[in-house]
């Protein structure tokens, strides 16, 4: 039992922590708590979290697979570039499209938000990896073994640690009214740039590590 607690706020921890700084996700849960309202935010976050619970999942059952085959996650990077390329542009496009648009709460249904939340968050190829790097270190320290109750608290774990973290992003900038009009309309070019980040981060752990 003590083992399974350890492993519980390990993982909560980890994801936590792999939420924290600006990224497609906690940006795109802000600017749907800004432009949509609280609750779509909340679903947006609930989208983000079961799909990273599932990645999670694969992350287990794949881990030694994946890290004895560094192929595959070269693989998996080489796609993230044209995620991240994609996504640069298309926010970049909408900036500029939306740039004199003033902001306006447009009714949106909370299965949208939702579905939102789970395909951006699938989009995202590198979570299966940096779970599975996670498993192999809990796995290394004793802190988890291949068993179901070790396994479903790891991937809920993961679950929450995430939702958290996304959950006080949406709050943060739901709070702040005085500023909403002006994160909304700055939102796309931040994503784009961030998209632009990641992809040069991308390029030299492809060619440099």
């Not at 298309?90 to 447009?106: G, I």
């Not at 938000?113 to 995202?124: I, W």
Request: charged share 10%.
């Amino acid at each position: 039992m003590t083992h399974l607690l350890t492993l519980f706020f390990a993982t909560f921890s980890a994801a936590f922590m792999a939420t924290v700084f600006p990224g497609l996700l906690n940006m795109n849960a802000a600017k749907t708590s800004v432009e949509k309202g609280k609750t779509a935010g909340i679903m947006f976050c609930v989208g983000v979290a079961m799909t990273i619970m599932v990645q999670a999942y694969v992350g287990v059952l794949i881990s030694k697979y994946l890290f004895r085959n560094p192929g595959v996650i070269v693989s998996l990077q080489k796609a993230a570039l044209i995620v991240f390329a994609f996504f640069a542009l298309f926010f970049f496009m909408k900036a500029k499209k939306n740039k004199e648009k003033p902001l306006t709460l447009t009714p949106i249904s909370k299965k949208n938000s939702f579905f939102k939340g789970v395909l951006l968050a699938a989009l995202n190829f590198l979570t299966i990896p940096y779970y599975s790097a996670l498993n192999v270190m809990w796995n290394s320290s004793g802190w988890i073994q291949f068993a179901f109750w070790d396994i479903a608290i790891f991937v809920f774990a993961a679950g929450c640690g995430s939702f958290t973290m996304l959950y006080l992003y949406t709050v943060y900038f739901n709070k702040l009214e005085a500023r909403n009009n002006a994160f909304s309309r700055n939102s796309n070019y931040v994503l784009s740039l961030l998209m632009l980040i990641l992809l040069v981060i991308t390029l030299i752990r492809i060619y440099y590590t």
